[in-house]
T-cell receptor
Framework: RKEVEQDPGPFNVPEGATVAFNCTYS??????FFWYRQDCRKEPKLLMS???SGNEDGRFTAQLNRASQYISLLIRDSKLSDSATYLC??????????????FGQGTILTVHP | DADVTQTPRNRITKTGKRIMLECSQT?????MYWYRQDPGLGLRLIYY???????NKGEISDGYSVSRQAQAKFSLSLESAIPNQTALYFC?????????????????FGPGTRLLVL
């Protein structure tokens, strides 16, 4: 089983749609969680951290369910500029693991007019 | 200017050749990383360094070596390149932030190096 698993998609949605991505992780000792965004042929960039209580940043909402080892990202009112690959990222804490991020394979989102 | 730079941006080489990829950062971070990205496999960690005197293997270090010449520089070498090392290579830096007993650590990536081994 992969340490971090995502549905690779692709997700094709019209502008204005709401879309949700899911991610599961295998290590229950995981401590920090993130969503990164990667545009085609570009480097990944942090979209948002994911906190236990859930958090929102504009049209983006991230949720964490530690019991189910599950992370989600919800995008409301999709824009054409949201088209990208979304990477679920987990930090398995403990010992020398701090700073070592494990990436999911990414979920491809295409928003069309 | 970009905070994390990588050279070269693109490289074509032949099997058996030695090649070095270089990474420089102006963010003042102690931690640096090398990843490779392959379609369908996501980003995989090759090597990482938490300070100038610290070098650690990642999950796929075989066939690679690194050198941390200074806080700002971290180089990746392929001693004898092979075709399955064809990939997109990213360097990254980070600086941990400890809050409320947990660590929040954003990694900042360079623009990547596209490597083709023939």
């Amino acid at each position: 089983r992969k340490e971090v698993e995502q549905d690779p998609g692709p997700f094709n949605v019209p502008e204005g749609a709401t879309v949700a991505f899911n991610c599961t992780y295998s290590n229950s000792a995981s401590q920090s969680f993130f969503w990164y965004r990667q545009d085609c042929r570009k480097e990944p960039k942090l979209l948002m951290s994911v906190y236990s209580s859930g958090n929102e940043d504009g049209r983006f909402t991230a949720q964490l369910n530690r019991a189910s080892q599950y992370i989600s990202l919800l995008i409301r009112d999709s824009k054409l500029s949201d088209s990208a690959t979304y990477l679920c990222v987990v930090n398995f804490a403990g010992g020398t693991s701090y700073g070592k991020l494990t990436f999911g394979q990414g979920t491809i989102l295409t928003v069309h007019p | 200017d970009a905070d994390v730079t990588q050279t070269p941006r693109n490289r074509i080489t032949k099997t058996g050749k030695r090649i070095m990829l270089e990474c420089s950062q102006t963010k003042g971070h102690d931690r640096m990383y090398w990843y490779r990205q392959d379609p369908g496999l996501g980003l995989r960690l090759i090597y990482y360094s938490f300070d100038v005197k610290d070098i650690n293997k990642g999950e796929i270090s075989d066939g690679y070596s690194v050198s941390r010449q200074a806080q700002a520089k971290f180089s990746l070498s392929l001693e004898s390149a092979i075709p399955n090392q064809t990939a997109l290579y990213f360097c990254a830096t980070s600086d941990p932030l400890w809050t409320s007993g947990t660590v929040q650590e954003t990694q900042y990536f360079g623009p990547g190096t596209r490597l083709l081994v023939l």
